[in-house]
Every structure is written in structure tokens, then in C-alpha cells.
């Protein structure tokens, strides 16, 4: 099967490209950096000639609301440019209850983007993935200073983007759902309770205060970011993961 990963040079284009290669899939990784520009179209017809599937792990490069304006141009390009090379399947990457946090810009965003999927000419599949183990520095970052970290006590459910590979690439290469598949990471936490625990495996000297005002995820209501009961679980623990990263 030849693939195209649309992003294939970041952090889950990059891990997907290497999983579908040794896996025999013919894989082209698309990005900025080979020619690829989803904001004007250059290179997608290049890029896609012959695929039979379209994965685009691509980000806005904002979270606010540029964003979705950015969804939807490079959404246009890229469902047309599929039309015409006569790809079969077109796969993007979206986040776990994303349709029920409309007061986030970027999550409005993603809503626009997996809508524009579903209304264009091709057969597709949605992956939805909680949030990932390894941006768990950044969301303290927003809100730290040199002694205390402060997250409110939103209840997520994280996984590896390694496990967030795994799904993207069975979705990939089976049959299009034309639909959403949920994926979610094994526990549930709190944000501020995962903090804590985060810096204390890593004898980070920093305190955790309860803050249900601090960050992005403060705009969360209820339990909208755990998977539900048809998700599927990853099998990564979090203690496991930051085990073997140190």
C-alpha cells in the first residue's frame, strides 16, 4: 500500500512514516522541509500521486484563532488535491473530546477541520487521542514560575504518542471507518495530581497549587477529555513511560 503522512517529519509524522516502512508500506513523508505547503497546495499533487491513503498529522502553528482559518484552507487543499490523484482513504489526527470544548479556539479549530472531512468526496477515518505524555512539560511551562507549578484539576486520561502511532497506523491501512475511533492512555488523572506526581519522579524541588483558573485546560468542563466506553486503551503507563525517558 503506498501512504502519504502529510507532517511526516514531526513528532508523530516522523514515528508513523518509520512504523508503516517496516511494516513494507511504501511511505511518502510530506512536510515543509520536502516541498509540501498545505497553505498554498504546492507539492500536493506530487505528493499524492498514487497514494491510496492520506494520513495529515499536520498542527496550526497558533492555538488561537488563526487556527481555524488554517484548518480550513489546508483542509480544502488537501481534499482536493486527494480528489484528483483518486486517493481512497484520507486519515487525520484529532483530540478526544474535542466537539465539546468550543470555548478553545484551537479546539473549535479541530471541530472545523474533522467536520470538513466527513462533508468532502472521500471515504475517511478519524482518530481522536487524549493528551500526549510528552507535552505534559509544556502545559506546566504556561503556568510556572521558579517555585510553583498551577493546574487546575481537570481529569485527563494521557497516552504515549508512541500508542497514538500504533492506532494511526492500524486506521491507516485497514478499511475507512467513516467515523471516529477514540484512543485513550490506560489511567485517569487529574492535571494538578499528574503535575505532582511528574515532579516528584523527577525530584523537581517545584510545588503543584491547585488553580482552576491556570492555563488551557482550565476552559474544560466535566470529563469531556477521557475516552469513553468505546475507546480503545493504550497499553503505556505514564510511571512506565517517565521511567524509561529519564
Do not use: C
Not at 480544502?76 to 466537539?99: K, P
Amino acid at each position: 500500500m503506498k501512504i502519504t503522512v502529510i507532517g511526516g517529519t514531526g513528532l508523530i509524522g516522523s514515528q508513523l512514516v518509520s512504523r508503516l516502512r517496516e511494516a513494507g508500506h511504501e511511505v511518502v513523508a510530506s512536510s515543509l522541509s520536502t516541498g509540501v505547503d498545505l497553505l498554498t497546495g504546492a507539492g500536493l499533487d506530487e505528493a499524492l500521486d498514487s497514494a491510496d491513503t492520506v494520513v495529515n498529522v499536520t498542527n496550526s502553528p497558533t492555538f488561537d484563532e488563526a487556527s481555524p482559518e488554517f484548518f480550513r484552507t489546508t483542509s480544502g487543499h488537501l481534499l482536493a488535491a486527494g480528489e484528483r490523484a483518486g486517493v481512497r482513504h484520507q486519515v487525520i489526527l484529532s483530540i478526544v473530546g474535542v466537539d465539546q470544548v468550543p470555548q478553545l479556539d484551537y479546539y473549535r479549530a479541530k471541530t472545523l477541520q474533522e467536520d470538513l472531512l466527513r462533508q468532502g468526496p472521500t471515504p475517511y477515518s478519524i482518530v481522536r487521542a487524549t493528551q500526549f505524555f510528552e507535552f505534559m512539560d509544556a502545559v506546566m511551562s504556561w503556568t510556572s514560575d521558579d517555585s510553583t507549578v498551577r493546574l487546575p484539576a481537570t481529569h485527563v486520561q494521557p497516552m504515549a504518542t508512541a500508542d497514538v502511532v500504533a492506532a494511526l497506523a492500524d486506521v491507516a491501512t485497514g478499511a475507512p471507518l467513516n467515523g471516529t475511533l477514540d484512543v485513550a492512555g490506560p489511567e485517569v488523572f487529574r492535571l494538578d495530581e499528574l503535575g505532582r506526581f511528574t515532579l516528584s519522579a523527577r525530584q523537581d524541588g517545584r510545588s503543584v497549587v491547585t488553580d482552576e483558573k491556570a492555563g488551557m485546560f482550565a476552559a474544560v468542563e466535566g470529563d469531556v477529555l477521557i475516552g469513553g466506553p468505546d475507546a480503545r486503551l493504550a497499553p503505556t503507563h505514564y510511571k512506565d513511560w517517565l521511567d524509561a525517558s529519564r
